[in-house]
């Protein structure tokens, strides 16, 4: 109870843009005002815990023009001119140029090729060939999350939070992406196999070498921001499964094949110079 308490004591600091921080950038996640999605939390977590210090953060599109971060999450459509941008990807809700209101980036890393290749195309703004997920680097920075040796579920299904009316709340298989994320990512480490239409399920279930698999039941997420992970952690070829039973029998994907130091390496030290780095053993 504590924990959920201080979640949504952060998640009200930053909605009204309140500043306690004194350096570094202010960072984007997106987050709707009634309840907190874990994937897109992740990225204040795991933000925090490498510069070692909290963050100022906005939840929501604003006239500030100071630079910030967008880390995790589909989220370029909130990006303004000179925004720095690490692990992000393109929504395939917003494949046209006209969506966007900025002209050139700070880009260090992006999701996958895919978002490379859009901002190219469309912007002419350079993008390193460095992709994957920063939720990706989540075993190297918090340690007291650890994998169970005899996990208790042979799978557990994550669906997106616009499909959780369709899955029963009593069901000890089902777990909502807006629990509490400590208890999300618990359960993903208590299970043999992730089934997921949340991305984050499936991101955080790899991370930890946990077989996962994508599950397709609606077209309530656009298919690109999959395609767009999935090649930039060296999988193309993916499937997804149409059915819970289905995922079962097929199992998870192959590993992923991702830089995961060169993703971390890309990470904008250069706004935190005093701030107490976490250096990981990747």
């Known amino acids: 109870m504590r924990s959920f308490i201080a979640e949504w004591a952060v998640f009200i600091l930053c909605l009204f843009d309140f500043s306690y921080a004194v350096e570094g950038l202010p960072l984007f996640?997106?987050?709707?005002?009634?309840?907190?999605?874990?994937?897109?939390?992740?990225?204040?977590?795991?933000?925090?815990r490498i510069v070692g210090t909290q963050l100022r953060?906005?939840?929501?599109?604003?006239?500030?023009?100071?630079?910030?971060l967008l880390a995790i999450g589909s989220i370029?459509?909130?990006?303004?001119?000179?925004?720095?941008?690490?692990?992000?990807?393109?929504?395939?809700?917003?494949l046209e140029k006209k969506h966007y209101r900025f002209s050139h980036l700070d880009v260090r890393a992006v999701r996958g090729p895919l978002t490379r290749q859009f901002l190219y195309e469309n912007f002419r703004i350079e993008c390193p060939e460095i992709y994957g997920d920063p939720a990706l680097l989540f075993p190297y920075f918090f340690p007291e999350f650890k994998k169970k040796e005899n996990?208790?579920?042979?799978?557990?299904?994550?669906?997106?939070?616009?499909e959780r009316k369709l899955f029963s709340k009593d069901d000890p298989h089902v777990v909502f992406p807006t629990d509490p994320w400590n208890e999300v990512i618990e359960k993903i480490l208590d299970s043999r196999l992730v089934i997921s239409s949340a991305l984050h399920g499936i991101i955080i279930a790899e991370a930890y070498g946990i077989p996962a698999r994508l599950l397709r039941i609606t077209e309530c997420q656009h298919i690109f921001k999959y395609q767009d992970y999935y090649q930039g952690t060296g999988r193309p070829n993916?499937?997804?499964?149409?059915?819970?039973?289905?995922?079962?029998?097929?199992?998870?994907?192959?590993?992923?094949?991702?830089?995961?130091?060169?993703?971390?390496?890309?990470?904008?030290?250069?706004?935190?110079?005093?701030?107490?780095?976490?250096?990981?053993?990747?």
């Not at 953060?57 to 910030?68: F, M």
């Open 29 to 48: 996640y997106w987050q709707e005002e009634v309840f907190v999605n874990f994937g897109d939390l992740l990225s204040l977590k795991i933000v925090e």
């Open 238 to 282: 993916f499937q997804y499964a149409l059915s819970i039973e289905e995922a079962i029998n097929m199992g998870g994907e192959p590993p992923v094949q991702c830089d995961l130091k060169k993703l971390y390496e890309a990470f904008p030290f250069d706004y935190w110079p005093n701030a107490h780095i976490k250096s990981p053993k990747i």
């Open 57 to 68: 953060c906005y939840l929501k599109r604003t006239k500030n023009q100071d630079k910030k």
């Open 151 to 162: 996990p208790s579920l042979d799978y557990i299904v994550i669906p997106h939070f616009l």
């Open 76 to 94: 370029f459509y909130f990006a303004n001119d000179g925004d720095i941008v690490w692990g992000s990807g393109i929504n395939g809700k917003t």
